[in-house]
């Protein structure tokens, strides 16, 4: 697959490393509107150098691009994609707002051309063993507890802005988000408390929150989510901690991808069984998309699934403005 890179300056690099590791795929062009970081982030390569995506979806033969960029401009470089039948990986969070979502949705399903949410949290193996255990011998999870405390703070304005990345809570609190729909399904109501702690220079733009979501299914959660955390060497980390119907089990590990599955059955409670993962969720994600690429199969993290992250996260922000719980629909 030929693809595409646009947006360079964050993880757009390392969708280029990975990009470059995986045989299936030919990178062929990469786009930054700022030239240094475009020339820093492509040396050694062999591709088209762009600092207008437009002219380089017009003038490159590619069957897909990687939409790296701030939330705000996803939608026109999505559409410009869709409009030359170019299929479209799209960084998290889909897009500020659940009707540019829906706008994104469109423009992939009129001309049919595939469009995944880059949630890679959902391709962490060790979540997806504990989703399979939650269906199987552990039974469905009633209870859920999540700590994902982020041990960066960027500082882009793009970032904070609540047009664009709409803060911690938005830009990166929904892979909390989108996990918790992997593994419960939809939210049917959320209460939250946040504040601006550690980044008042921000305000009002809410920096963290604790809150609780209560599922279709019935089930319950809890989340910590947001940057109030530090880099210090062995306290970076995020874990969950699910009461299932016949068991109990934790997914604990390094940020980004905990790697560690320990389980025990309530007909067993001496008996504890780990499992221990190595791979990255980065691969996984990158092959799933050129499978549903190459076989026109729904992505685990379609446009839907994105839409309706950004709409968890907008209503826990929501609550905690209105210091009111809030309802969401299916």
């Not at 970081?37 to 691009?65: N, S, W």
């Not at 030359?84 to 469109?106: F, N, S, W, Y």
């Not at 299914?217 to 955390?229: C, F, K, L, N, P």
Request: with cysteine.
């Amino acid at each position: 697959m030929r693809m595409g890179v646009i947006g360079l300056a964050g993880v757009g690099r390392n969708h280029l490393a990975v990009l470059s590791q995986l045989p299936q795929y030919e990178i062929a062009a990469a786009c930054d509107i700022d030239e240094t970081i475009l020339a820093e982030r492509t040396a050694g390569l062999d591709l088209g150098r762009y600092t207008d995506a437009r002219q380089m979806m017009d003038r490159e033969r590619l069957d897909a691009v990687s939409l790296c960029t701030p939330p705000k401009v996803h939608l026109p470089h999505t559409e410009l994609a869709a409009e030359r039948g170019i299929h479209v990986l799209c960084e998290k969070p889909m897009a500020p707002d659940a009707a540019t979502c829906q706008r994104m949705i469109d423009a992939c399903e009129r001309p049919g051309v595939t469009l995944m949410i880059a949630h890679k949290k959902r391709y962490v193996s060790a979540i997806r063993r504990l989703k399979e255990l939650a269906e199987g011998p552990l039974g469905p999870i009633e209870v859920l507890m999540h700590r994902y405390p982020h041990p960066w703070m960027p500082e882009h304005e793009w970032f904070w802005a609540e047009d664009d990345g709409g803060g911690p809570l938005v830009e990166n609190a929904v892979h909390a988000a989108d996990t918790l729909r992997f593994l419960l399904g939809n939210v049917s109501r959320v209460y939250a408390e946040g504040d601006v702690f550690n980044a008042r220079h921000h305000a009002p733009q809410l920096n963290v929150a604790l809150y609780t979501a209560r599922f279709a299914t019935g089930a319950i959660a809890m989340v910590g989510a947001g940057m109030v955390s530090i880099p210090t060497p062995g306290m970076i980390f995020e874990d969950f901690w699910a009461a299932c119907t016949h068991g109990i089990a934790e997914v604990s590990g390094p940020f980004d991808n905990p790697n560690k599955l320990t389980y025990a059955l309530r007909d067993d409670i001496q008996k504890i069984h780990t499992e221990t993962f190595g791979d990255d969720p980065f691969v996984r994600e990158f092959e799933h998309f050129d499978e549903c690429v190459r076989t026109g199969a729904t992505p685990l993290t379609n446009g839907y699934e994105g839409m309706k992250a950004v709409e968890l996260c907008l209503a826990v922000k929501r609550s905690c403005r209105t210091e009111a719980p809030v309802t969401l629909g299916d």
